[in-house]
């Protein structure tokens, strides 16, 4: 349950500028779509949590998203592959 809270709070804050912005009539769905977060980021996110429980880390791997998956992916411990 934990990981799903975290995962909540993290697409929260990082979808909360994407309805800050208001310009017109279709401003917030425009924004939506041009500044959303991605699966890499949100993959990123849970990943980096399960195997390091630190939110700074979780963050900064959340920015490179896809990068990180794929270090994770090259670099997984054989606890991991479960």
């Not at 809270?5 to 804050?13: E, Q």
């Not at 993959?43 to 429980?53: F, G």
């Amino acid at each position: 349950m934990n990981k799903f809270k975290l995962s909540l709070i993290l697409i929260l804050v990082f979808s909360l500028d994407c309805f800050a912005h208001q310009s017109g009539d279709n401003g917030v769905r425009n924004t939506a779509i041009s500044s959303g977060i991605g699966l890499g980021s949100v993959l990123a996110v849970v990943v980096s949590w399960e195997r390091n429980k630190s939110v700074l880390l979780a963050f900064l791997h959340g920015i490179f998203s896809w990068l990180y998956v794929v270090y994770f992916v090259l670099t997984r411990k054989p606890e991991e592959k479960r």
